[in-house]
């Protein structure tokens, strides 16, 4: 239990170290370098909680502070001060320079002096014995580690890959079992060192060189993430195998030299530290002569990689790029590395970082489009391949068709399905999404750098403050407005172009009624969108907007009343489309209205009737609606025959119909159900009533119902059924003696008698 | 460019007597770091243990004679096989073996040819006497100690890795193998350091640990012009060891080369069909494997090229009428494996000036190996059905 303490705290040290290292770039308010301090141990930090807590010590922290609350050395406030200020500093880092350069010579034989006064012989070589032992421990257990990974880490790196999902999880999988590997390495190697004995001074550069060892292969494993130098299906970069070899050396070499860079620095100022008294020069100047030397040797390794790789890379993956380009980007990065070098000399801290980022954002933003569109076209190269065979066998097809002249009038075109990319919407929301965080990070670095608060930027109250706040809050706006927007437009764009409208003679599908919205709904977004970025940009500038809030309100309020019809309409409109009542191309019928819909805008639709009347119904005044075209239709029909009439014939004739009706090559696929007798309905004065019914989709109705009436008739004739008619029978008691007159004007009266009261008949409804 | 029988005998035997002394060599090793590991104890222990753990291999002759010829014959074998390599390209275990190999002579002499000379001068070679040489009189020593432990230690262990991958069923022995692999050198490592920390003297941090009943307490038993001969004597023993040594690899490497230069002719175009098929022309020379592995394309191969898995199996789809027949250790794994005849080891097939089209067999990444397709474990599934 102990040890598992020892080592968090060794581990928590080593995390302390590293930010320490960090630090020696980082800008410092003084000119100068500090000389390195120790991480307080946990009974220092208990004291100064202790203290800060004593009521004493309260009182003079706040009587040493102003009134207003700061503390004495306020920062100079005018222009021409804080100028002066800084090329003072200018000059006093000039002069601990020279006096560095001075130093430098005499740093080999100081630190040999401190190696032989400070350890024997065989206490050296024991350390190194230690050092090797505790490394081949940690490497030992993550061999053992790997080996029980062996077969899902190949699996991961050979098994073929399409989707840039796919790669990336592949990718993510792997570097977390590498990271995973460099923890154990760790444990195991820390575990091993805490377990030995130290001298103090090797114990901390022992530490520092574990910590190196650390970096540098977390460093490498995040090259390997990225460049996969062995494994091509997991390799997210646009290069080939040669190329992300090369430049994974190169990534090598430039973290090696800067890990001990840092290390380096920072056991010899250890070192220094320990032996510093003998020296007549200050500590602060030979911690810092070290640091030039190690950061002017980074600086060279860095001009040597760039030359390096713009002398080769070209040849490697035979890039189309001029001469003349390459040589501008190279002259650049140098130009850039120089720069910074020459700012960090000067003590300029925050110019260097604002050169660095700027410098960098611009290549850096470009290579992401390039890679990213890379990731992506790798992604679809099979799909691509697939598509155009299938092209190319339609041309062929085409080809062939025109050759033997079978090619249908007016259809010269031939039919290339069109490539379907499955990342069409996915693509543009990676590129914004990943410029976003680009840009976001680069903007975070620079205000760290420029030792601004982002998130308290509105209690600083300068010039430089109140414009970078600005520019933050307008930039991060933008972006986000920019992301959602492109998100949605694509994705919107997308469903309407892949909208087919539906065939003439079919029922239109749901995705009808989302097209008819999609557009309502992309021009609203665009809006509200274009609002919102607006008022928070005039927010972030100072312009207060509650007013401008406060008028759209109550505008909006006025305009809301004086249109509220016009809003109860749209606000229908958009549910009777979510709840599918009608579609375009349907035909409806809404109280005496009926037609099929032709247009359908935010605040109304139009139907047409059949006779070419248009109708325009806004939706608030919609109650109820009627929709024909919905799935299917049932008509009935009536034949009246006369009560003598064979009702199995009947039945059979009705069957025979039925099924030439289904047989039919026009509307037979369009019955549901055909025609099928139901019978004598009823009995009427005169005849006998038979029903027949059948089913067919929408639309398809009134001509099957047409060739029914038609083919029945027809087949009833043929067998004798004669249809009944309406006749009048008059029985005149002894009327025999009638002469041919009387006869006629008898029959003409009892005409008249039965037909007299009953009047015209309805009319029958039209069909469309 | 077909191999005669002879050779292939020949061939077979090498392989068999390369493994059976780089065995008793690995037994030795592994006993000589238990009795170091005995330190995290006492050293006291540590040479109570001696006489069973390390001394018996000087001591008792058949193993003395043993140890020495299997030094001998594995060194030659060595010598013979680097000779044979095709390609200093190898995969990154074969390097590793190789280096170490070549490694292990020069930082082994000077710790064999000390405990001999320590025996001459009439010191008992205690744990205690030689942990105070490598401690306290000379760290460098001490130092190199653990250099060779890891540089002995990595040959011996990829060498028992690569025998006992290429037997069916490896994973089950592998599963014990790996944590000892590990362990065991660990174990020693700590031993010798906590050994080290008993034995340094306390003025020097230590604990100044002395033996019970030490052997050497009365001093040497030769006179002091003795010692000076003998130790002289030692010295330019291990000179002429490390640069023999040496030597020999260097001579053998010069050969290799010009034999290569020789061999070397002709163009070969080999295409692998697969779900990322990729075609590639190399010079002849070498064994399709190595070729494949020159050209950086991944290829199943547990034994990495030593013909006996049988995992680099390809399907030759044209050009296997050019192939020599196959030889007697490449038939005798692909009956194992119940090869059809299209399928040829790509390990042992040596393609001169043609054009090759292969498909792989098992997938570089193992995904589809399986040892039931053996014949062994099909004819014990014949037996029990």
């Keep these: 239990m102990m040890t598992l303490f020892r080592t968090l705290v060794v581990v928590l040290a080593l995390m302390i170290g590293a930010q320490h290292a960090s630090a020696q770039f980082v800008p410092t308010t003084g000119g100068s370098e500090a000389p390195v301090v120790p991480a307080p141990s946990p009974n220092d930090v208990k004291e100064f909680l202790r203290l800060l807590a004593d009521p004493s010590i309260q009182t003079w922290i706040s009587d040493s502070a102003n009134a207003d609350g700061t503390l004495e050395d306020a920062p100079a406030s005018s222009l021409r001060q804080q100028i002066d200020a800084q090329l003072a500093r200018i000059g006093e880092r000039a002069q601990s320079l020279t006096l560095a350069w001075q130093v430098l010579p005499q740093m080999p034989a100081v630190l040999a002096n401190v190696w032989t006064t400070e350890l024997s012989t065989a206490q050296k070589v024991r350390s190194v014995t230690y050092i090797l032992i505790f490394l081949l421990i940690g490497f030992g257990l993550e061999w053992l580690y790997r080996q029980y990974l062996r077969h899902p880490l190949l699996r991961i790196e050979q098994a073929p890959k399409d989707a840039p999902s796919q790669k990336l999880t592949g990718a993510l999988l792997r570097a977390a079992i590498i990271f995973a590997g460099l923890g154990i390495f760790a444990v195991g190697s820390v575990g091993a060192f805490d377990s030995f004995d130290w001298h103090p001074l090797v114990e901390s550069l022992v530490l520092d060189l574990l910590v190196s060892v650390l970096l540098f292969r977390m460093l490498t494993t995040i090259s390997l993430f990225f460049q996969a130098p062995w494994a091509p299906e997991l390799r997210l970069v646009p290069y080939g195998t040669a190329p992300a070899r090369f430049l994974h050396r190169i990534v090598q070499v430039m973290a090696f030299t800067v890990v001990a860079a840092f290390a380096l620095s920072y056991m010899l100022n250890r070192v220094v530290e320990l032996q510093g008294i003998d020296l007549e020069s200050s500590l602060a100047t030979v911690a810092l002569a070290q640091t030039v030397a190690l950061a002017l040797f980074v600086v060279l390794v860095a001009w040597a990689c760039i030359w390096v790789t713009f002398r080769r890379l070209p040849g490697l993956c035979d890039m189309q790029a001029s001469v003349r380009s390459i040589t501008i980007w190279r002259n650049f990065l140098m130009v850039l590395v120089g720069v910074v070098f020459a700012l960090w000399l000067a003590g300029l801290f925050a110019v260097m970082w604002a050169v660095l980022v700027v410098g960098l954002l611009v290549p850096g933003l470009r290579l992401m489009r390039a890679w990213i569109d890379h990731f992506f076209d790798q992604s679809t190269a099979a799909l691509h391949e697939v598509h155009m065979a299938e092209a190319q066998a339609a041309l062929d097809a085409f080809a062939e068709a025109e050759g033997n002249g079978e090619l249908e009038e007016g259809e010269p075109q031939p039919d290339v399905p069109e490539f379907a990319d499955p990342y069409a919407a996915t693509r543009p929301i990676v590129q914004r999404g990943t410029r976003f965080l680009f840009i976001i990070s680069a903007v975070l670095l620079l205000s760290g750098a420029w030792g601004v608060n982002v998130f308290d930027l509105s209690s600083d109250r300068s010039i430089v403050g109140r414009i970078l706040e600005v520019l933050i809050d307008s930039i991060v706006a933008l972006l986000l407005a920019d992301l959602v927007w492109t998100w949605a437009k694509t994705v919107i764009d997308k469903r309407i172009a892949d909208y087919e409208p539906p065939v003439d003679g079919q029922a239109p599908g749901p995705e009808a009624r989302m097209i008819t919205l999609l557009p309502l709904l992309r021009t609203i977004l665009m809006v509200t969108l274009l609002i919102m970025v607006v008022l928070s940009v005039l927010a972030a500038s100072g312009v207060n907007i509650a007013p401008i809030l406060a008028g759209a309100g109550i505008v909006g309020i006025a305009i809301g009343f004086g249109t509220q019809s016009l809003v109860r309409d749209i606000v229908a409109g958009i549910f009777f489309l979510i709840d599918d009542a009608f579609r375009l191309g349907e035909y409806i019928e809404i109280g005496d209205l009926m037609g099929t819909v032709e247009s359908i805008s935010v605040r109304s639709m139009r139907i047409r009737h059949h006779r070419g009347k248009v109708h325009t119904i806004p939706y608030g005044e919609l109650k109820s609606l009627t929709n024909h075209s919905r799935d299917w239709v049932i008509m009935k029909l009536e034949f009246r025959v006369p009560f003598d009439t064979d009702l199995q014939l009947v039945k059979k004739l009705v069957k025979k119909v039925g099924a030439e009706l289904q047989a039919n090559e026009h509307y037979g696929p369009a019955i549901l159900s055909t025609l099928k007798s139901q019978g004598v309905r009823r009995m009427e004065e005169f005849n006998m009533v038979v029903g027949v019914k059948f089913m067919t989709k929408p639309g398809e109705q009134w001509l099957v119902r047409r060739d029914a009436y038609q083919k029945v008739r027809d087949a009833f004739e043929a067998n004798g059924i004669r249809m009944a008619e309406r006749n009048v029978k008059v029985e005149i008691e002894g009327g025999d003696h009638l002469s041919q007159a009387q006869r006629t004007a008898v029959a003409g009266a009892a005409q008249e008698a039965a037909q007299g009261p009953q009047g015209p008949q309805a009319p029958i409804p039209d069909e469309p | ?385």
């Design chain 2, 1 to 385: 460019m077909s191999e005669s029988p002879v050779s292939n005998k020949w061939h077979a035997y090498r392989l068999r007597a390369m493994i059976g002394t780089g065995l008793i060599m690995f037994v030795f090793i592994s006993m000589h770091l238990v009795n170091l590991s005995l330190g995290l104890v006492s050293v006291q222990l540590m040479d109570d243990w001696r006489w069973a753990l390390s001394g018996v291999w000087s001591s008792f002759p058949p193993l003395k004679i043993a140890l020495n010829l299997s030094l001998v014959v594995h060194f030659a074998l060595a010598l013979v096989s680097l000779y044979l390599r095709n390609t200093l390209r190898v995969p990154a275990y074969d390097m590793a073996q190789m280096i170490a190999g070549v490694m292990i002579i020069p930082l082994m002499a000077p710790h064999v040819f000390g405990i001999m000379a320590a025996d001459e001068i009439g010191f008992e070679p205690t744990y205690a006497l030689v942990l105070s040489q490598f401690w306290v009189f000379s760290p460098v020593d001490g130092l190199l100690q653990i250099v060779m432990l890891v540089v002995a230690w990595i040959h011996g262990a990829i060498g028992m890795f690569t025998w006992l991958q290429s037997r069916d069923g490896s994973a089950g022995i592998m599963r014990v193998f790996y944590p000892f692999v590990v362990a065991l050198p660990i174990v020693a490592m700590l031993g010798y350091v906590e050994a080290g920390r008993q034995i340094i003297p306390v003025e020097d941090g230590g604990m100044g640990f002395v033996l019970e009943d030490d052997p050497n307490a009365n001093g040497p038993t030769a006179t002091q012009e003795e010692i000076g001969v003998i130790i002289a004597q030692t010295e330019a023993r291990i000179r002429n060891v490390t640069v023999g040594s040496l030597g020999l690899v260097l001579l053998a490497l010069a050969a290799r080369w010009v034999r290569v230069r020789g061999a070397w002719a002709g163009q070969v175009r080999a295409t692998y069909v697969g779900k990322r098929s990729a075609t590639f022309e190399t010079a002849s020379g070498l064994s399709l494997l190595e070729m494949a592995q020159e050209n950086g394309l991944p290829h199943a191969s547990v034994c990495r090229g030593r013909g006996r898995c049988g995992t680099c199996r390809v399907r030759v789809l044209s050009g296997g009428e050019n192939l020599p027949a196959p030889s007697e250790t490449e038939a005798k794994v692909l009956a194992h494996w119940n090869a059809e005849p299209d399928q040829r080891l790509a390990c042992q097939i040596k393609p001169t000036s043609m054009v090759l089209e292969v498909e792989r067999v098992i997938e570089a990444d193992y995904s589809n190996l399986d040892y039931s397709e053996t014949k062994r474990s099909q004819d014990t599934q014949a037996e029990t059905a």
